[in-house]
């Protein structure tokens, strides 16, 4: 079972969304329990789990495997740990990675076009009894023309009275792989290195490079990133410290990245060069490395204060030898001019 954040309105309380967003950190894409959850104003008055059946028991999440085509049934079970009738809307929806990287499900009023268009629940809501539990079936079809990859979604339940319990949602996720080809990919955008120079003519400065990671496969992914930066024929290479991996992308999803790089030379034009590991977990949690992806840009770094200091240093110069000149061409003895005798 997963808290949700509530989806955007403008009846949702900014405190309720503040606390909805942090209970979003048990809502990792493969690391998500289904233990009851806090909800809003302390704990929530209901559980969701997965139901029992030929999949297994004590699932953590759904995760499916289907051809175009295909059809598969299941279950959510609702229990009510309150003290009153529980009514519940339940509603399935498509996932999508927020920007503090972690997984949420869109809001029912949201027009679904993955998961949440292929899953139905065979009733719109439920009400529990209070001490009980109930249990809800669901099908999954798929239509024949459904496009390879991996789907990230889920069942979502809600009270079904507009604004009650402050909008809470709890779900649980379904994880969705479409037969055919599998085509992970990932891309880098928006490249650019951008320098801050020092005051020390002789010194070295920091570089910030910014770029956007985007999912262009069909496959849900991780970036294992590497960044540095160089002067001309690769000399001065400066490489950032550790950087974290970037969340688990959904097909189509993009994350904005920017690195700082300490102690880059101004050697005029540096290269800036991204390297991507693409990382693909399947469904049983084993990770493997795919080839990395490489993406370089440039950026022109005069060296300024350096040569403020030649030009400074050469108009010396210059003067010193205007100067030179002037002296010896003052030193010089006059030349008399010569006359001829008068003859008489």
Known sequence: MHPLRPPATSAA???ARAVAVVLLATLALLDVGAAPAAAADGEASWTVTTASNDFGSGRRNYSYTLDPGGRLQDGLVI???GTTPLH??????????????????????AKPAGVGAWVRT??????????ESAEVPFTVALPQDAAPGEYMGGIVTSPASAGAA????????IRLRVGGELKPSLSVENLHVGYSGTPNPLGKGDATVTYTIRNDGNSVLTARQTVSVSGPFGRWHAEAGHIDDSPQLLP???????????????ALRLTGTVSLVPLLTDAAGSVAPLAAVESTTHAWTPPWTLLLVLLV?????????AARRRRKAGGRPGRVPHRSAAVS
């Open 13 to 15: 309380g900014s405190l």
């Open 79 to 81: 229990a009510n740990r």
């Open 88 to 109: 519940l809307a339940v509603y399935a929806a498509d996932g999508f990675t927020t920007e503090q990287g972690r997984l949420d499900l869109r809001g029912r009023d």
């Open 122 to 131: 065979d009733r719109p809501d439920v009400t529990v009894p209070p001490g």
């Open 166 to 173: 402050d909008g809470r949602r709890l779900g649980i996720r």
């Open 252 to 266: 189509g999803d993009t994350w904005k990245v920017s690195v700082p790089v300490r102690g880059v030379t101004p």
């Open 313 to 321: 240093v050469c108009g010396l110069v210059v003067a010193a030898l």
